[in-house]
């Protein structure tokens, strides 16, 4: 196995080992990492990471991860950098990769991330765009797989607008590598069906079963994760939330929607979340909708079956293995 070189610009590229190589290897640096032994695997190199939405995980992963590996980083944001308004993205990527060793883009269309790798030299990885979000879906794969052991076989429920970056990224991960996937959504509110036909053809591969319900309290019988996002996402217009909550408020998750899944069900999400009105969008929109929460309840969130601030660790380990793999000649190890 050897990845030295590639770009991470979506899980469909990937082959089923190749991303079990990935979650190994997240693991192996996470175990050094908690011991205390160096692995500065990317010595003297340097990284660009060019953010056009906010972040706080994604960019603190990549700057951590960057920092434990040896290598310097260069932080663009929107209002600091010619992209896009003075320079084009083929350009950027021309200039960018004559200094850097790796390039991270987050932004809106994956068209961008894809021309950005195309007239690079040096691997690019996505740091989310619309459409996919994939160094998440690792970071969620590795917490399931701590937590239950096992990956293929659990029962993965996605509650709420599955059109967008995670939950196309997390059907195209469970297509892959064999969780049962189930989208639950209202009508309208379902992934493309050119991406659930190539997921289709996955699941043929991996044994995953693939589901769509508009029924939450069915869909959740039996999972083991139920898994939800924002119901509005970054660069989507404010206008939209009225749509949204009328759609989606449906599928909220609460301890109701919890009890009706698997006794051992956990709660995950990517984050950002609005729990409460301790946001100033939970705020404005919770008491503009006389809601106290949105996608999940503050109970639900934190109480003992969420386990999302594992998975918000499990950020920076996985996007590690993604730079040390793509950047390095990684030793094909187990866990130490
Ligand atoms: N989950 C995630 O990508 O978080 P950030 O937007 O904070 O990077
Ligand atoms: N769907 C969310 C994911 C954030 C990590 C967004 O794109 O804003």
């Known amino acids: 196995m050897n990845l030295k070189g ?4 979506k899980l469909l590229d990937f082959t089923a080992e190749e991303i079990f190589f990935l979650l190994d290897l997240a693991a192996e640096l996470k175990a050094k990492k908690k011991a205390g ?10 990284v660009a990471l060019i953010f056009e939405k906010t972040s706080t995980r994604t960019r603190c992963s990549f700057e951590v991860a960057a920092h434990d590996l ?37 932004g809106y269309g994956q068209e961008i991330v894809e021309k950005l790798a195309e007239f690079s030299a040096v691997p690019v990885w996505n740091g989310l765009t619309n459409e996919f979000h994939p160094t998440q879906i690792l970071a969620d794969f590795l917490t399931i797989r701590e937590h239950f052991g096992y990956l293929k076989g659990i029962n993965f429920v996605y509650m709420g607008d599955a059109r967008y970056n995670m939950g196309n990224s997390l059907m195209v991960g469970c297509a892959k590598l064999g969780l049962n996937f189930t989208a639950c959504a209202p009508e309208g ?3 493309d069906e ?18 769509f319900s508009t029924n939450p ?13 924002v119901w509005v996402s970054m660069g989507e217009p404010f206008e939209v939330w009225r749509e949204r909550i009328d759609a989606l408020l449906p599928y909220q998750v609460n301890e109701k929607l919890m009890r009706a899944a698997s006794e051992d069900a956990v709660f995950m999400h990517c984050l950002p979340s609005y729990h409460n009105h301790e946001t100033a969008i ?6 503009k909708f006389g809601l106290e929460a949105l ?19 499990n950020r920076m380990h996985t996007i590690k293995a993604v730079m040390a793999a793509t950047l390095s000649n990684v030793p094909n190890s187990p866990v130490d």
Request: hydrophobic letters at 35%.
């Open 295 to 313: 996608e999940v309840t503050e109970e639900v969130f934190e109480g003992k079956r969420a386990i999302v601030f594992e998975e918000a660790e």
């Open 37 to 46: 032994i160096p692995h500065r695997l990317c010595e003297n190199k340097n």
């Open 70 to 106: 040896g290598m310097g980083v260069t932080y663009l944001d929107p209002s600091c950098s010619q992209i896009g308004r003075k320079e084009s993205i083929a350009d950027t990527a021309r200039v960018l990769s004559s200094m850097f060793d790796g390039i991270e883009y987050r």
């Open 217 to 229: 309290e069915e869909a959740v019988r039996n999972a083991h994760v139920v898994y939800t996002d």
């Open 194 to 211: 050119k991406l659930v036909e190539k997921c289709r053809e996955e699941a043929k591969k991996s044994g995953a079963i693939l589901r």
């Open 189 to 191: 509110y379902f992934p």
């Open 282 to 287: 939970g705020k404005e929109i919770g008491e």
């Open 6 to 9: 590639r770009d991470f610009l």
